[in-house]
């Protein structure tokens, strides 16, 4: 059963700092990886879909890595500012359904 | 486009009762699907359907059923609610891009069951 796991679960830091989150997959065996982004009390929202094909992806200030063979991937952000507080969620197909992350809460403060 | 449209947005139930969450959809997806988010547990899915007429189980579906009668309408049925099913509920909507299903959230309804 592939598992899902993201490191760290919060994360508090200043205005403009560059920063990494972290996700690893038990199951290698995936063609792709998705990062989505909840604010409170909404939705999720998709951010980056990277392939298995890919290295990595990028969007605006967001940069997403995976490496299939140890299991990982990291959302990097860059320059942060207060409006990218929120919760990151990454997840991995298993058939035809999405296993997710618990997610990475982010506050950047001002 | 709306997108992804639920209701309702909150629900307080009691123990017994039904009820269903409704969720709409006006971007032609085939495939939908309900999720579930708890505390320490993330989002788990409920039940899915790759097209109209087609619902298949997820991972946590006992309680819920779905039907999906048209494209663009997939509701959620509680039909004896249970203080367990105290959660939010997302339902989604996805199209496939290079073999991935790219998934579109409601906002969300949050169930109380007292």
């Known amino acids: 059963k592939q598992e899902v796991t993201q490191i760290p679960a919060a994360l508090s830091v200043p205005e403009g700092e560059n920063l990494v989150l972290n996700c690893s997959f038990t199951d290698s065996a995936i063609y792709n990886l998705q990062w989505f982004r909840q604010d409170p009390g909404k939705g999720l929202t998709s951010l980056l879909l990277?392939?298995?094909?890919?290295r990595e992806q990028t969007s605006g200030r967001l940069n997403a890595s995976l490496d299939k063979s140890s299991g990982r991937s990291t959302l990097y952000i860059a320059a942060s500012q207060p409006g990218d507080s929120a919760t990151y969620l990454c997840?991995?197909?298993?058939?035809?359904?999405?296993?997710f992350g618990e997610g990475t809460q982010l506050t950047v403060n001002p | 486009n709306a997108g992804v449209t639920q209701t309702p947005k909150f629900q307080v139930l009691k123990t017994g009762q039904s009820m269903t969450l409704q969720c709409a959809q006006d971007?032609?997806?085939?495939?939908m699907s309900w999720y579930r988010q708890d505390p320490g547990m993330g989002l788990r899915l409920i039940h899915y359907?790759?097209?109209?007429?087609?619902?298949d189980q997820g991972e946590v579906p006992n309680g819920y059923n779905v039907s999906r009668s048209t494209t663009e309408d997939f509701p959620l049925r509680l039909l004896s609610a249970a203080p367990s099913q105290t959660s939010v509920y997302f339902c989604?909507?996805?199209?496939?891009?290079?073999?991935?299903?790219?998934?579109?959230f409601g906002a969300g309804s949050r169930l109380t069951v007292l």
């Open positions: 997840a991995v197909p298993s058939g035809s359904r999405l296993t």
């Open positions: 990277i392939q298995s094909s890919q």
């Open positions: 359907s790759v097209g109209a007429g087609i619902t």
């Open positions: 989604a909507s996805s199209y496939s891009q290079s073999g991935a299903n790219v998934l579109t």
């Open positions: 971007m032609n997806h085939e495939y």
